[in-house]
């Protein structure tokens, strides 16, 4: 096996684990934003599976977390994804650019690219000076991913973590 | 019919003409009837993947829909083979007390 494949490999697992404890996490009396963490992390690893076997260097690759919508796009060209729902790469373009705002807002959920602004980890200040704290926060992604695209874009995540090697290694 | 299944009825009735609304691959949702005071939806949408099951994710109560919602997503012919058994419906879910919303009488 290469390095390369073995990093692919590596980062699948784990964000097979992170989506696992996103899954698990169904008890009403767990704020939300520890699901959007995981949820966040599954997307983040997932995208890096698949990008560590791009152009993008390791090093770079390990310290980004701007990687799901990268790996969205990346994935409307992949032709056993083509195959798999009868689309053209024009519709599958299509598809998927309706779902790309929302894995936007799942890849703004991490705290290096949240800006200093909300997301499901540390406090922060909001534009009035108050200090918000994630677990007393509505995020509004709650509302998105309960939309009839935000769960098209669950079942995809769902779909490419267990089908990765069928679809990108074949 | 009590005060509390009037209610979480109005909720998944606008949750559903919602959805039609937002999403023209709609054909029909399915409410999946249950004891507990939670929404199980299942969407029929001709432009998804095909898994072969039915998983639904869960999404905590909120402001807006004050109930736990469980969402499930299938492709027309993933639905039919759920009708026919084909496909199992999540642990807990069933069949026997389920209703059937088309586009065509939500949306009119």
Same mark, same amino acid.
């Given at each position: 096996?290469?390095?390369?494949?073995?990093?692919?490999l590596?980062?699948?697992?784990q964000?097979?684990?992170?989506?696992?404890?996103?899954?698990?996490?169904?008890?009403?009396?767990?704020?939300?934003?520890?699901?959007?963490?995981?949820?966040?992390?599954?997307?983040?690893?997932? $995208?890096?599976?698949?990008?560590?076997a791009?152009?993008?260097?390791? /090093?770079?690759?390990?310290?980004?977390?701007?990687?799901?919508?990268?790996?969205?796009?990346v994935?409307?060209?992949?032709?056993?994804?083509?195959?798999?729902? $009868?689309?053209?790469?024009?519709?599958?373009?299509?598809?998927?650019?309706?779902? #790309?705002?929302?894995?936007? /807002?799942?890849?703004?959920?991490?705290?290096? #690219?949240?800006?200093? $602004?909300?997301?499901? /980890?540390?406090?922060?200040?909001?534009?009035? $000076?108050?200090?918000?704290?994630?677990?007393?926060?509505?995020?509004? #992604?709650?509302? #998105?991913?309960?939309s009839?695209?935000?769960?098209?874009?669950?079942?995809?995540?769902?779909?490419?973590?267990?089908?990765?090697?069928?679809?990108?290694?074949? | 019919?009590?005060?509390n299944?009037?209610?979480?009825?109005?909720?998944?009735?606008?949750?559903?003409?919602?959805?039609?609304?937002?999403?023209e691959?709609?054909? %029909?949702?399915?409410?999946? %009837?249950? +004891?507990?005071?939670?929404?199980?939806?299942?969407?029929?949408?001709?432009?998804?993947?095909?898994?072969?099951?039915?998983?639904?994710?869960?999404?905590?109560?909120?402001?807006?829909?004050?109930?736990?919602? %469980?969402?499930?997503?299938?492709?027309? +012919?993933?639905?039919?083979?759920?009708?026919?058994?084909?496909?199992?419906?999540?642990?807990?879910?069933?069949?026997?007390?389920?209703?059937?919303?088309?586009?065509?009488?939500?949306?009119?």
């Open positions: 096996m290469t390095d390369l494949r073995a990093w692919q590596a980062f699948l697992k964000a097979r684990a992170d989506w696992e404890a996103y899954q698990r996490i169904d008890d009403p009396t767990w704020p939300s934003c520890h699901r959007l963490h995981f949820l966040q992390m599954a997307a983040e690893k997932l $995208g890096k599976a698949l990008l560590v791009g152009d993008m260097s390791l /090093e770079r690759i390990t310290h980004t977390h701007a990687a799901f919508v990268k790996f969205m796009r994935a409307r060209n992949n032709h056993n994804l083509q195959k798999g729902l $009868g689309m053209t790469y024009s519709q599958l373009k299509a598809h998927f650019n309706r779902l #790309l705002s929302i894995a936007n /807002e799942i890849e703004v959920l991490a705290p290096t #690219l949240a800006q200093d $602004g909300p997301n499901p /980890e540390y406090p922060w200040l909001d534009k009035s $000076g108050h200090i918000l704290v994630p677990i007393d926060y509505s995020f509004p #992604l709650m509302k #998105l991913l309960q009839p695209q935000g769960a098209q874009l669950l079942r995809y995540i769902r779909y490419f973590l267990v089908e990765f090697e069928k679809l990108f290694f074949e | 019919m009590s005060q299944h009037q209610h979480l009825e109005s909720v998944v009735e606008k949750l559903i003409h919602e959805h039609f609304e937002q999403e691959n709609l054909e %029909k949702i399915v409410w999946i %009837k249950s +004891d507990k005071p939670e929404i199980r939806l299942i969407e029929v949408n001709s432009q998804t993947i095909t898994t072969g099951d039915v998983q639904s994710f869960y999404f905590p109560p909120s402001d807006e829909i004050p109930y736990a919602l %469980k969402l499930a997503e299938v492709t027309p +012919d993933e639905w039919q083979r759920v009708l026919r058994s084909e496909i199992p419906l999540p642990v807990g879910w069933s069949l026997e007390n389920h209703q059937v919303f088309s586009r065509d009488l939500v949306t009119v």
